[in-house]
């Protein structure tokens, strides 16, 4: 998951609610409601971890750092509490193969590690140093086995002003090796934090089975050079000035000094995919996720009709609680990214043709932006359904327009995919089709006409060329389709028994 989300937890689960920030009242931070970004960093995207620590720094600062040393793509995040006004890190600390921090005495030794080992990021407690890149303490332990844990283990010595609703930045593992990093609003006017108690259940409930919480409050930070990172994470929007700082308790949106912060180096290509499954719940409002089964025949195509409403816009409409139409689809995407919002095997209400309607009932549907660079998002449609024609062995004639869907009572047909309408002509979705059709059959090269291919002679002067011009006379040896003999190749024992049978004839 890369996302920015406004969450509350309610009777132990896990509620989505619209980016919206009023002061009181519905979505306010008094009934519960938080910001959220999540990004996960799947082991293959990783390119080098470093922990670097020192006295006055800022994650941002630590930031700006790597990219001028490193170059590339860079997240780097506080991670572990410290301990003194010199920076040292609460608790065993690992760097380089190398304990840097101590225990302190009676307090951290049962506490988790976050660490990356042999390559692969893991939470639990280390007990050395041998082969770790990095390891930090956090506290408590949000999640486990895939259970949330809560009270906190006793062992670990929680301080009981982590319990509470704060800001955190929390790390979660899931079981395939993906790094989780999920940064937590609070103390600002809009967000309410959350308890320990809530932040486990949102780990769990968002894949991660291992979690833990690292230091939190006006040391949540979490920043990237990445520029579709930022965007995916919506993290210039609230404010000019908060390119980097996530968690707002702070006034100017600088960061804290945190004297440490865990830097990956990724690979952009691998951290962000363009086909981001996110799909709605099954207990959306208006019944927009009916769960009914699809096996679909037809993929049909739609533009939003909305020239401003990216794919995030559109996929974070469907749960929000303001919007009561009974409207949904399977696929929606603009210049950037592709999200599937409700799985391929189950339909959508998008065609306007009823409940039992065929567009409904026996189609994908996938709704092209119009914001943003569109001839790059109708590039980005034309690739996605050569893709989806390819899986399923179909050709262009199971495309379809919105408007090929009637409603059943009167007729009537939408005018949509309207970007492609073209006065009635429809000349945009014929070149649409033309374009996939194009790439699912790519024209054969015929030789140039001009400079015709010679056969290419490979017998004459070879030590056997009287015998081969013998065999190939009488039909026993026959050439390669490019005219060669290629008269020193050894031959399989299928080839052998070719050639013994056409003598015999
Ligand atoms: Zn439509």
């Known amino acids: 998951m890369i996302a920015h989300k406004r969450i509350r937890i309610r009777s132990g689960k ?8 009023p002061r009181s009242g519905q979505y306010s931070k008094s009934e519960g409601w938080t910001d959220i970004r999540a990004v996960d960093v799947p082991a293959a995207a990783v390119l080098r971890v470093e922990l670097v620590t020192g006295k006055g720094k800022t994650v941002s600062k630590i930031l700006a750092d790597m990219v001028k040393q490193h170059g590339g793509n860079w997240i780097c995040f506080n991670a572990s509490y410290f301990n003194d006004a010199n920076g040292a890190l609460l608790g065993l600390t690992y760097q380089d193969g190398k304990a840097i921090y101590p225990d302190v005495s009676g307090k951290t030794e049962d506490r988790p590690h976050l660490y990356y080992k042999n390559g692969q990021f893991g939470i ?15 506290v408590p332990t949000l999640s486990k086995a895939g259970k949330a844990i809560d009270p906190p283990p006793t062992a670990e010595k929680t301080p009981s002003d982590v319990l509470g609703d704060n800001p955190r930045m929390i790390a979660g593992i899931k079981p395939d090796g993906t790094l989780g990093l999920i940064v937590v609003d609070g103390r600002g006017p809009y967000d309410k934090g959350l308890t320990t108690k809530e932040a486990s259940i949102m780990a769990v409930h968002f894949g991660y089975p291992e979690s833990v919480n690292l ?37 100017n949106y600088d960061d804290r000094e945190t004297h440490h912060a865990v830097c990956i180096q990724f690979d952009p290509d691998k951290l962000l995919p363009d086909y981001i499954i996110d799909h709605i719940p099954t207990s959306t409002l208006h019944n927009r996720r009916p769960g009914h089964k699809l096996e679909a025949t037809t993929i049909t195509f739609h533009n939003v009709g909305n020239p401003t409403s990216t794919a995030r816009n559109e996929r974070n409409w469907l749960t929000n609680p303001n919007n009561d139409v009974t409207a949904s689809y399977n696929i929606v995407l603009d210049d950037k990214m592709t999200i599937e919002c409700i799985p391929l095997n189950e339909s959508a209400w998008a065609a306007g043709d009823g409940a039992n309607g065929p567009g409904n009932r026996t189609s994908i549907h996938v709704e092209i932006c119009e914001s943003g660079n569109y001839a790059r998002t109708l590039e980005r449609a034309v690739d996605l359904a050569v893709k989806m024609l390819k899986e399923r062995n179909w050709g262009v004639d199971r495309l379809r327009r919105h408007w090929d869907w009637p409603r059943p009572s009167d007729g009537y047909r939408k005018i949509c995919p309207r970007l492609m ?5 429809w000349a945009g979705w014929i070149d649409f089709k033309a374009r996939i059709s194009a790439a699912l059959n790519p024209p054969i090269v015929t030789p140039d006409p001009e400079q015709p291919t010679k056969p290419v002679d490979d017998v004459t002067g070879h030590w056997a060329q009287d015998a081969l011009r013998e065999a190939i006379k009488d039909g026993v040896l026959a050439g390669y389709p490019d005219g060669t003999i290629r008269p020193d190749e050894p031959l399989t024992r299928a080839q052998y028994a070719v050639i013994l049978s056409r003598g015999k004839r």
């Open 14 to 21: 896990v509620e989505e609610g619209p980016l919206t920030y």
């Open 124 to 138: 639990g407690r280390l007990s050395s140093p041998v082969s770790v890149k990095m390891a930090v303490c956090g």
């Open 215 to 251: 230091d939190g409050g006006g040391s949540a930070t979490l920043a990237t050079n990445n520029r579709l990172l930022l965007d995916a994470l919506e993290i210039d929007k609230a404010n000019g000035k908060r390119t980097y700082h996530v968690a707002d308790m702070s006034a």
């Open 421 to 425: 309408y073209d006065g009635g002509t």
